[in-house]
């Protein structure tokens, strides 16, 4: 009797013994999550589905939305408030029982075309009789194409700007009319075979070539600055720098209803019309052969007439396609409007001109009113 206790004793000591014992086995974590759509809009919130596997009471989640902002809930929300690059890179880490797993994936960001209280140029031009552009920007008292004569044309209440735009040697864009440097700024040399960190070392003159503070800008500063703001005249004519390559960037930024892209030839602005049923591409009548190429597009509203060509005749042909019509009065010349008591500007208005751009804005729009 004594041995069969003893036996089962023992067998209860190893029964309990092996109980005690057993390995609890941690499936690891992986990390992964969906969101809906590959690209949203500054001011958006997004949702964010964690799918990750291997989740327990235990996990541990750290996301980092790539703007400085970070969560630890299991299936975040984020709005971005910023375009910064465009793309964000959105990182989901999970600890769990001392396992770690990571998983990143990238989202577009980029601004609604729709701009709260701001119509459409297109909108625009149809209820408004004319629209003053200033060229190269409000200039008076500040370099042309810089963000001061932005600022300044805005600060008038000037209704569009026009800047010019060419690449630099590393593929960014900036606000400059001449190939070359030295007219413009203390540097000298092609813009072309500068990057971007090398040209925003240099300083802008002004119209008397006197230097001033004001750096070299970039298209997206341009286009931040303006956005709500004022209309864009987008220069890109000969070959200063390539449609396709703007595009996006002008997209992005939301402002495609808000500019013309001034494209000048045949063939870009063709490419460019047929690119987004919202691009103004804006050819230049320079003859009758050039009218008659463009006659019977239906995608034109807006052609950039010459002295030559603004006339009765090409401007009742224009307006029967339903043209608006932009003109040039006091540009690049040093007669103002003052010399010949506003000649060019009511030539321009009388005959159904749309859109002035000058060197004069304030003293133009002034006198349209």
Same mark, same amino acid.
């Given at each position: 009797?004594? +041995?069969?206790?003893?036996?089962?004793?023992?067998?209860?000591?190893?029964?309990?013994?092996?109980?005690?014992?057993?390995?609890?086995?941690?499936?690891? @974590?992986? !990390?992964?999550?969906?969101?809906?759509?590959?690209?949203?809009?500054?001011?958006?919130?997004?949702?964010?589905?964690?799918?990750?596997?291997?989740?327990?009471?235990?996990? &541990?989640?750290?996301?980092?939305?790539?703007?400085?902002?970070?969560?630890?809930?299991?299936?975040?929300?984020?709005?971005?408030?910023?375009?910064?690059?465009?793309?964000?890179?959105?990182?989901?880490?999970?600890?769990?029982?001392?396992?770690?797993?990571?998983?990143?994936?990238?989202?577009?960001? !980029?601004?609604?075309?729709?701009?709260?209280?701001?119509?459409?140029?297109?909108?625009?031009?149809?209820?408004?009789?004319?629209?003053?552009? @200033?060229?190269?920007?409000?200039?008076?008292? !500040?370099?042309?194409?810089?963000?001061?004569?932005?600022?300044?044309?805005?600060?008038?209440?000037?209704? +569009?700007?026009?800047?010019?735009? =060419?690449?630099?040697?590393?593929?960014?864009?900036?606000? +400059?009319?001449?190939?070359?440097?030295?007219?413009?700024?203390?540097? @000298?040399?092609?813009?072309?075979?500068?990057?971007?960190?090398?040209?925003?070392?240099?300083?802008?003159?002004?119209?008397?070539? &006197?230097?001033?503070?004001?750096?070299?800008?970039?298209?997206?500063?341009?286009?931040?600055?303006? =956005?709500?703001?004022?209309?864009?005249?987008?220069?890109?004519?000969?070959?200063? &720098?390539?449609?396709?390559?703007?595009?996006?960037?002008?997209?992005?930024?939301? $402002?495609? *209803?808000?500019?013309?892209?001034?494209?000048?030839?045949?063939?870009?602005?063709?490419?460019?019309?047929?690119?987004?049923?919202?691009?103004?591409? +804006?050819?230049?009548?320079?003859?009758?052969?050039?009218?008659?190429?463009?006659?019977?597009?239906?995608?034109?509203?807006? !052609?950039?007439?010459?002295?030559?060509?603004?006339?009765?005749?090409?401007?009742? =042909?224009?307006?029967?396609?339903?043209?608006?019509?932009? $003109?040039?009065?006091?540009?690049?010349?040093?007669?103002?409007?003052?010399?010949?008591?506003?000649?060019?500007?009511?030539?321009?208005?009388?005959?159904?001109?749309?859109?002035?751009?000058?060197?004069?804005?304030?003293?133009? *729009?002034?006198?349209?009113?």
């Amino acid at each position: 009797m004594k +041995m069969y206790s003893k036996f089962f004793g023992i067998l209860f000591l190893l029964i309990l013994n092996s109980c005690g014992s057993e390995e609890v086995i941690t499936t690891p @974590a992986s !990390a992964s999550f969906e969101i809906q759509q590959s690209e949203y809009f500054v001011d958006e919130q997004i949702s964010f589905s964690n799918t990750s596997s291997g989740v327990d009471s235990n996990s &541990v989640f750290e996301w980092s939305f790539g703007d400085g902002n970070t969560s630890t809930d299991k299936n975040p929300t984020h709005t971005y408030t910023d375009i910064g690059e465009g793309i964000y890179s959105i990182k989901l880490k999970i600890s769990n029982s001392g396992t770690e797993n990571s998983f990143t994936k990238e989202i577009s960001i !980029a601004y609604s075309v729709n701009i709260s209280g701001r119509k459409p140029l297109t909108e625009k031009l149809a209820d408004t009789k004319i629209l003053t552009c @200033a060229h190269r920007g409000y200039h008076k008292n !500040a370099p042309e194409n810089s963000l001061q004569s932005i600022q300044n044309a805005i600060n008038k209440e000037i209704e +569009m700007v026009e800047f010019d735009i =060419r690449e630099t040697k590393d593929g960014k864009f900036v606000l +400059m009319h001449d190939s070359t440097l030295e007219r413009t700024t203390n540097g @000298a040399g092609n813009v072309s075979d500068f990057t971007l960190a090398e040209l925003q070392q240099l300083k802008l003159k002004d119209n008397s070539g &006197v230097l001033t503070d004001e750096k070299i800008p970039t298209l997206q500063e341009a286009l931040v600055l303006g =956005r709500g703001k004022i209309y864009f005249d987008l220069d890109i004519s000969n070959d200063k &720098v390539s449609f396709d390559r703007i595009y996006p960037v002008v997209k992005q930024y939301g $402002m495609i *209803k808000q500019s013309l892209f001034y494209t000048q030839g045949v063939s870009i602005t063709k490419s460019a019309l047929n690119k987004d049923e919202d691009v103004i591409a +804006m050819p230049i009548i320079s003859d009758e052969d050039r009218l008659s190429q463009f006659e019977n597009n239906s995608l034109v509203e807006v !052609a950039h007439f010459q002295s030559q060509t603004f006339n009765q005749n090409f401007v009742t =042909r224009a307006k029967a396609k339903g043209w608006y019509i932009f $003109m040039n009065g006091y540009v690049n010349t040093t007669k103002t409007p003052l010399d010949d008591n506003y000649d060019e500007i009511d030539k321009i208005s009388n005959l159904g001109g749309n859109i002035i751009q000058t060197d004069y804005p304030v003293l133009v *729009k002034e006198h349209l009113k």
